[in-house]
């Protein structure tokens, strides 16, 4: 995947995808710029995907995309992301959890408030019965 950097379309430069993986915290996360970003989601570089998986104009069918990416990182990104907490079902939560207790982790400290009110309860649930006692603990200082 080709990226450029252009001056009024008239002057360009090809920049590499990890120097704009490190700009792009800086750039827009507004309607207007969610193509730009769901081009990226796909990118074989997971150091851009997990630089694009924090973007909360995303397409909830890319986060959902994300949810599932082989990199834990990306993972990790989407599960503190405000736009796939509101959206996402339990179903993909349980998934999530399932790959790594790092996600599990996150979701129990920071993410549940965000969820619909039946997708925290399932995901709750799930949480409290986690064999790592760090989530289960998460909870109870939650509540």
């Keep these: 995947m080709k990226i450029t950097l252009s001056v ?18 800086f750039f827009n996360d507004d309607p207007s710029s969610a193509d730009f970003y769901n081009v990226l989601a796909s990118h074989p570089a997971s150091q851009m995907r997990v630089a694009v998986a924090e973007k909360t104009c995303l397409p909830v069918a890319t986060l959902e995309k994300l949810a599932t990416d082989p990199s834990i990182e990306v993972v990790q990104k989407v599960a503190g992301n405000e736009t796939a907490l509101k959206a996402f079902g339990a179903e993909l939560f349980k998934t999530m959890i399932g790959r790594d207790v790092s996600v599990a982790l996150d979701l129990a400290r920071h993410g549940l408030d965000s969820m619909k009110p039946s997708v925290r309860k399932a995901v709750t649930a799930v949480l409290m019965r986690h064999e790592d006692p760090d989530v289960r603990d998460a909870l109870q200082v939650e509540e």
């Design 8 to 25: 009024d379309s008239k002057h360009s430069m090809e920049v590499a995808y990890s120097e704009l993986a490190d700009f792009l915290s």
